[in-house]
């Protein structure tokens, strides 16, 4: 595997259900991020995790629940969501400390609350 | 706060026809710009990148002038072709967290289809 692999690439989901999305960065970065793609809506930041430190919550909803347990994985955990949280979830890895900080993209997670 | 304004799209060319998605910038500090294209089902791809003022990053065809004193990053291809449909973003890195996890600030994305 090679860049940043995100699974699964498609969920369907109720409201009442709970489940997960994994990335895992294959780079050697240090940091990693999760962003909210919603048609006709600009790229939402939701969460920056730093040498797996939470450093960034853009007030984000509590339903949403992220995890870091090393510096190459990254899940987020759904709960009770909404039909209004349907989007493509991508996440992204950088090398924090580094000059220029490009972030590499995963092929995001595309997300269906029925 | 630091933002990124890009041409609303969508656009429309024929092959082989000239291309410029123009992007402004507004930042506190000395930022980094960047492109990115994105394919349809797809994540995010970086197109190309520039790190200080007049620098031109370039990549498959594809040019951007980092324009201090008009704070623009506008992107050009001389000949695009049916597979350069894709959505492209500009966005710029956040000069104030040095050493640390930069976040990027995304314009709004500029839809790009290209007829044969």
Known sequence: ETGVTQTPRHLVMGMTNKKSLKCEQHLGHNA????????????ELMFVYNFKEQTENNSVPSRFSPECPNSS?????????????SALYLCASSQAGRDHYEQYFGPGTRLTVT | GNSVTQMEGPVTL????????NCTYTATGYPSLFWYVQYPGEGLQ???KATKADDKGSNKGFEATYRKETTSFHLEKGSVQVSDSAVYFCALSDPLYSGSARQLTFGSGTQLTVLP
């Open chain 1, 32 to 43: 990693m991020y999760w962003y909210k793609q919603s048609a006709k809506k600009p790229l």
């Open chain 1, 73 to 85: 994985h990254l899940f987020l955990h759904l709960h009770t969501l909404q039909p209004e949280d």
């Open chain 2, 14 to 21: 024929s092959e082989e026809a000239f291309l410029t998605i």
């Open chain 2, 46 to 48: 970086l197109l190309l």
